[in-house]
């Protein structure tokens, strides 16, 4: 399964959008808050023929829906209304709302991403931020070396003050979709396509993480975000590829939250239409949902990123109704981000009145909450905190 690749972003994942009409907003114009248009991946995987087990009946217990709204409506003066909104028109308001910022950005009260964020938490929602960390300046090339000697460190004080002085709790995941293959300065791809490159994610993550902790920046939750299984590979190749997605983990001690992105765009990528099950789990996705749950037992997950295309006739719907099922049955599965937006195919769960019902009875669900608990900091697990 492809990723969304930032906003092109992943799937764009990572590639953010520029809102051209918010451009004299002083930090909105580096600091994007949607995905760019997902790009590509270099090869196409080869079309998973794995067979999806039927799907399970709800466990039940606390989930969090979330939503990324859209470029439009991830502004100080939008926001609020549309979180509020997306919960009338799907019966529920979302517990997570993610949106898109950069190292530029301006956090405080008064930066426009700032705004943003502060808009967003007076609707009760957490706010979810996918950091992409380039920053005016960054080098061109080895981005995550640069990072690692320091070279960002002005840039992540700031943005840490910034964050901490929102108040309320922010959900951060830096450098999403790094295990990818569609250009993110961040990627293991670009910063030398071996097995040093996971190294030095890790290692640019903590020293991130390192200087949050030392603003008292504890206000944060770290979220952990590859894109389903190898962009380098297509296969389940596991720890034989030096980008596996494990390679990049930077540890217990600095991750709250893991999980992955992951899209179903076969019109987009010219793969097979897949569930949600093969799209996450299947031997394209390097079995990566039961994986997860099994290397990091102590870890929450939260699917950072999901949506599907429309396909013939009820399509999207039943599998929107499965999605959810098979989350709700899963107790490791916490949270889910539906990427609510029209960009390389119509993600959004409006895009047919059958999907749209769909989605309204999947969060008829009591057990889906409005209002996120966050687990405990993972700071706790550093004998020198």
């Known amino acids: 399964m492809q990723s969304r690749q930032f906003r092109s972003r992943l799937p ?15 930090d909105m114009a580096n600091s994007p808050t949607g995905p760019e248009a997902r790009k590509s991946p270099k090869t196409t995987p080869p079309p998973d023929t794995a067979t999806t087990p039927a799907t399970p009946t709800p466990a039940g217990g606390a989930f969090y829906a979330g939503a990324y709204l859209g470029d439009a409506a991830s502004t100080p003066q939008n926001i609020a209304a549309a979180i509020r909104g997306f919960g009338t028109m799907t019966g529920k308001q979302p517990s997570l709302v993610k949106t898109f910022h950069s190292l530029n950005c301006d956090f405080t009260a008064t930066g426009w991403c700032g705004q943003v964020l502060r808009a967003a938490a007076s609707t009760g929602a957490t706010n979810y931020v996918a950091l992409d960390l380039k920053w005016t300046g960054a080098p061109a090339t080895g981005l995550l070396d640069a990072i690692i000697a320091g070279q960002a460190d002005a840039r992540l004080t700031a943005v840490a003050r910034g964050v901490k002085s929102v108040g309320s709790l922010v959900l951060l995941e830096p450098g999403w979709e790094m295990n990818g293959n569609w250009d993110f300065a961040w990627q293991g791809v670009l ?17 991130m993480v390192d200087i949050f902790r ?3 920046a504890d206000n944060v939750r770290w979220v952990f975000n590859p894109n389903v299984g190898n962009s380098v590979t297509h ?3 596991g720890a034989s590829s030096w980008n596996w997605y494990a390679n990049y983990y930077p540890g217990d001690a600095y991750v709250d939250y893991v999980g992955a992105h992951g899209f179903n765009g076969p ?8 569930d949600f099950a093969t799209m996450t789990d299947g031997t394209a996705a390097d079995h990566m949902l039961s994986d997860l ?3 990091y037992p102590t870890k929450p997950i939260i699917i950072g990123e999901f949506a599907t295309q429309e396909g013939s006739a009820g399509q999207k719907a039943a599998w929107i109704t499965d999605a959810y099922r098979r989350m709700r049955a899963n107790p490791r599965v916490v949270g889910a981000v539906w990427f609510n937006a029209n960009k390389e195919a119509d993600w959004r769960v409006e895009s047919s009145t059958a999907s749209l019902q769909a989605f309204q009875a999947a969060m008829a669900d009591s057990g889906i909450q409005t209002a996120f608990v966050p687990v405990a900091p993972s700071r706790t697990m550093l004998a020198s905190n």
């Open 191 to 207: 910063n030398g396509g071996n097995a040093n490159a996971p190294v030095k994610f890790a290692a640019a993550w903590r020293h």
């Open 12 to 26: 764009a994942f990572l590639a953010c959008a520029t809102l051209a009409a918010l451009a004299a907003c002083a």
């Open 293 to 295: 749950a099994a290397r």
């Open 235 to 237: 296969t389940a190749s």
């Open 267 to 274: 019109a987009v990528w010219n793969t097979s239409w897949q």
């Open 214 to 216: 030392r603003e008292g």
